[in-house]
């Protein structure tokens, strides 16, 4: 149910809403589930709502960067290459970094 409110709030790009929602959620799901593909689209919602803010702090897209990297091997790992979660991280990752790219020039 946390994930398809935080899409929603995404989608209307209600970013702080969507990190107020998830960042307390992420580790208990991490604790209980692991890193099945649930808690991996919960975390990619939330790397997405940070590097989406026009109001990322360089430290937001830092840790944008650094979640969707620690994420996409295991997605690797648990979904498979070609599972649309696993690209569809890979290509947040790239938008992640092209963001803080910009940022840092």
Same mark, same amino acid.
């Given at each position: 149910?946390?994930?398809?409110?935080?899409?929603?709030?995404?989608?209307?790009?209600?970013?702080? !809403?969507?990190?107020?929602? *998830?960042?307390?959620?992420? =580790?208990? #799901? &991490? %604790? $209980? @589930?692991?890193?099945?593909?649930?808690?991996?689209?919960?975390?990619?919602?939330?790397?997405m709502?940070?590097?989406s803010?026009?109001?990322?702090?360089?430290?937001?897209?830092? !840790?944008?960067?650094?979640? *969707?990297?620690?994420?996409? =091997?295991? #997605? &690797? %790992? $648990? @979904?498979?290459?070609?599972?649309?979660?696993?690209?569809?991280?890979?290509?947040?990752?790239?938008?992640?970094?092209?963001?803080?790219?910009?940022?840092?020039?």
């Open positions: 149910a946390a994930n398809n409110c935080a899409l929603t709030l995404l989608n209307y790009q209600r970013f702080e !809403e969507t990190k107020s929602l *998830l960042r307390p959620v992420i =580790p208990v #799901a &991490r %604790r $209980v @589930l692991r890193d099945d593909q649930v808690t991996l689209r919960m975390r990619s919602i939330y790397a709502a940070l590097y803010d026009a109001g990322a702090t360089l430290d937001d897209l830092n !840790e944008a960067v650094t979640t *969707l990297e620690e994420m996409e =091997p295991t #997605a &690797r %790992r $648990v @979904l498979g290459g070609t599972h649309p979660l696993t690209t569809g991280i890979e290509r947040a990752l790239r938008r992640a970094r092209a963001a803080l790219k910009a940022r840092k020039e």
